[in-house]
């Protein structure tokens, strides 16, 4: 999982959080280590495709076969597979770069059915989107993910209900103690009766958006085009929710300010490293620029 941070005039805030198949991976391992070879005083944080790559062998043991299932379409979806592959390849893992539809599956267990390659997969690895799975043509292509799988997944087809901007709709009936996450997310509302009422103080947010897709905060995205997404949000209200703004500190840098947004990797429940973004507006899109985001370390005390 990754938690999307930002730090605000009443302290630090989560926006949203990537379940399904949150993407970074490149951007906070080697590259945030190139930067802090550059950069006197300064650490990597923690690498996630290094920790990501140690737990899934701790799980499978050596020599295992991990499919990287992956929209082949996209060439930057194929540049974290690669990335993840050497990372999975340097603990002893062996891998094998596939779209959905290599895969037929039986019993629950899946079996790599190409013209390029066979076999059964020891694990799973989703790098395709939940929502994008029903799209394939074939039912067993897809259904089996949101099943109980004897092959294991990640993520299963079920982390897509984490990650719905609905999902805080219905904390309330849940028995999970999720109390720091209600602590740092902002009040999450139904658009359905809020319609007259969504002003500056509101984000309009569409349930399964993607890298800042159809975000929009009145009097800071285009009237034009806030007014073309509330008309689509108000035609299908449930596929829509709208959450209190917070007030990002930006960071002054060459070029001015930017607002700052930093990913934090979740591992096994553990924090894995960072995400670092930028943007020149309080709305963290595809316009983003990655950041490097490093440690500073503690001077050295004198002797006395």
Not at 57 to 62: H, Q, T
Not at 287 to 301: F, G, N, R, S, T
Request: charged letters at 20%.
């Amino acid at each position: 999982m990754r938690f999307d941070f930002h730090y605000t005039t009443a302290g630090w805030r989560i926006s949203e959080v990537n379940s399904d198949v949150p993407g970074g991976f490149i951007e906070a391992s080697g590259w945030s280590a190139l930067f802090a070879a550059e950069c006197p005083g300064a650490l990597a944080p923690p690498n996630p495709s290094e920790i990501y790559a140690r737990a899934l062998a701790k799980a499978l043991g050596p020599n295992k076969l991990v499919a990287l299932v992956h929209a082949t379409a996209y060439s930057d979806d194929r540049q974290v597979m690669q990335h993840l592959s050497r990372s999975f390849s340097s603990v002893g893992l062996r891998t094998c770069s596939l779209s959905p539809s290599h895969l037929r599956w039986s019993a629950g267990r899946a079996e790599i059915c190409s013209s390029f390659a066979s076999g059964w997969p020891d694990a799973i690895v989703r790098f395709f989107p939940a929502e994008w799975l029903p799209n394939l043509s074939f039912e067993n292509s897809w259904k089996p993910y949101f099943q109980e799988s004897w092959t294991p997944l990640s993520n299963p087809g079920s982390a897509i209900v984490l990650q719905t901007k609905r999902f805080p709709l219905v904390w309330g009936v849940l028995r999970t103690d999720l109390c720091h996450w209600r602590e740092l997310l902002p009040e999450t509302r139904e658009l359905v009766g809020m319609e007259a009422s969504v002003d500056e103080s509101w984000v309009l947010k569409p349930a399964l958006g993607r890298v800042g897709e159809g975000i929009a905060i009145r009097g800071i995205t285009s009237t034009e085009e806030f007014q073309k997404m509330f008309r689509v949000a108000c035609r299908n209200p449930r596929e829509w929710v709208v959450q209190k703004r917070f007030n990002i500190l930006p960071l002054t840098a060459e070029g001015g300010e930017f607002y700052p947004c930093v990913g934090v990797f979740t591992i096994g429940g553990k924090a894995a490293g960072f995400y670092g973004r930028v943007a020149q507006q309080p709305i963290i899109t595809q316009d983003a620029q990655d950041v490097a985001v490093l440690i500073q370390q503690k001077p050295e005390k004198k002797p006395a």
